[in-house]
């Protein structure tokens, strides 16, 4: 079965510390990657996607980067963070496709505050 | 501007009672999902329903599509302690999919 994996679960942070997120998903090959952000009590925010290895797509312009080094690992980084950086982000997965649309499959999260 | 959004931003019940939320969106769809997110979890996928179903179960939830009204339900029968969480609808919008701001249900005993 697949799983998928983000670490640290939570993470504080003073303004202007780099950032490094990172999510694994075990069991399938290919996937697609998500990167959300979720502000307390709202919905999700796309921030980028990927459908494979080195290819990243932006959504928001933001201080934010992504990567993808490995066909299962996503990762979410910045150089100097901003307040406005906390929140719940959410890493997901769906299977690979031309469609972003399909059913996605999400990690368990990592809550991130900047002070 | 917001593609699904989700109606009441909040319900409570208790234990055995129905709960039910609505999704309403603004373009044409080729399917609606629904997810439930647990408080500070990750979201968990319940169900898809494609623009050519009008109606689809899986367990105690019933799901409802109007494509003219660009309206979903979810019903969930019989509700439980556990079934406490936030609901969001995602819908497609642009090649992406959208999520609403969701209903935070609470169920008490």
């Known amino acids: 079965s697949q799983t998928i994996h983000q670490w640290p679960a939570t993470l504080v942070q003073p303004v202007g510390s780099p950032l490094s997120l990172e999510c694994t998903v075990e069991?399938?090959?290919?996937?697609?990657l998500y990167w959300y952000r979720q502000a307390a009590g709202r919905g999700l925010q796309l921030l980028f996607y990927?459908?494979?290895?080195?290819?990243i797509s932006s959504e928001v312009p933001q201080n934010l980067s992504a990567s993808r080094p490995q066909d299962r690992q996503f990762i979410l980084s910045s150089k100097k963070l901003l307040l406005s950086d906390s929140g719940f982000y959410l890493c997901?997965?769906?299977?690979?496709?031309?469609?972003?649309?399909?059913?996605?499959?999400f990690g368990p999260g990592t809550r991130l505050t900047v002070l | 501007s917001q593609q699904g959004e989700e109606d009441p931003q909040a319900l409570s019940i208790q234990e055995g009672e129905n709960a039910t939320m609505n999704c309403s969106y603004k373009?044409?769809?080729?399917?609606l999902q629904w997810y439930r997110q647990n408080s500070g979890r990750g979201l968990v996928h319940l169900i898809l329903?494609?623009?050519?179903?009008r109606e689809k179960h899986s367990g105690r939830l019933r799901v409802t599509l109007d494509t003219s009204k660009k309206s979903s339900s979810l019903l969930i029968t019989a509700s439980r302690a556990a079934d406490t969480a936030s609901y969001f609808c995602?819908?497609?919008?642009?090649?992406?999919?959208?999520f609403g701001a969701g209903t935070q249900v609470v169920v008490t005993p």
């Open positions: 997901a997965w769906s299977v690979r496709s031309e469609r972003l649309t399909d059913t996605q499959y």
């Open positions: 069991g399938t090959s290919n996937p697609n």
């Open positions: 990927s459908v494979g290895i080195g290819q």
């Open positions: 373009t044409s769809i080729n399917n």
């Open positions: 329903i494609r623009s050519n179903e």
């Open positions: 995602a819908t497609p919008q642009g090649g992406k999919l959208q």
